[in-house]
């Protein structure tokens, strides 16, 4: 894959996006990177929808950082799926003016569905909440982790 680990300041507010094939999930942490929370998720459809809508939320929170998920098998290895945000995630570095991090979002979906039902949401309820819980977790865990997140690298994004 095209990407590299990298220590780096990040910045609040962050803005995070867990991508799903028709959702996304979105969450924002606020500027001192001590609270998170979950917004409603955005409807998947062209890029330049998802576009506008992300500069949108980017506009309305401030947000300093974008973080997506990347979708790494449990063994960590990647396939398909995670070549394409990794894609995506090339498409935002070249179109917006703020940094564009990856992080690992492996059983991120079991996290944030065992927290939905831990706070007494009905299945219904889970089923419309988990894609942005996930984005919770996604910016959570790279607060949490150090600061590290996986870079895209300059240059071409994969095919």
């Known amino acids: 894959m095209n990407f590299e680990r990298k220590k780096q300041t990040i910045k609040g507010p ?3 996006l867990d991508l799903g094939r028709k959702r996304v999930g979105v969450a924002v942490a606020d500027k001192l990177l001590i609270s998170i929370r979950r917004l ?3 409807q998947r459809s ?3 929808k998802l576009l506008r809508d992300v500069v949108a939320l980017i506009q309305l929170f401030d947000a300093k950082t974008l973080v997506i998920g990347l979708p790494v098998r449990l063994n960590g290895s990647t396939g398909s799926a995670a070549l ?3 894609r995506i995630a090339h498409k935002f570095a070249a179109s917006l003016q ?3 991090l990856l992080q690992d979002e492996r ?3 079991v996290e944030a569905r065992a927290r939905l039902f831990t706070e007494g949401h009905s299945e219904d309820e889970i089923s419309a909440l988990i894609d942005s819980e996930s984005a919770v977790v996604i910016v ?3 607060i949490v982790g150090q600061e590290e997140g996986i870079i895209p690298k300059a240059g071409t994004p994969p095919a």
């Open 84 to 86: 394409e945000i990794e």
């Open 40 to 42: 409603d998720p955005l």
């Open 107 to 109: 059983l991120t979906s």
């Open 14 to 16: 962050i803005l995070g």
């Open 98 to 100: 703020i940094p564009v």
């Open 140 to 142: 959570r865990d790279l």
């Open 46 to 48: 062209s890029w330049k």
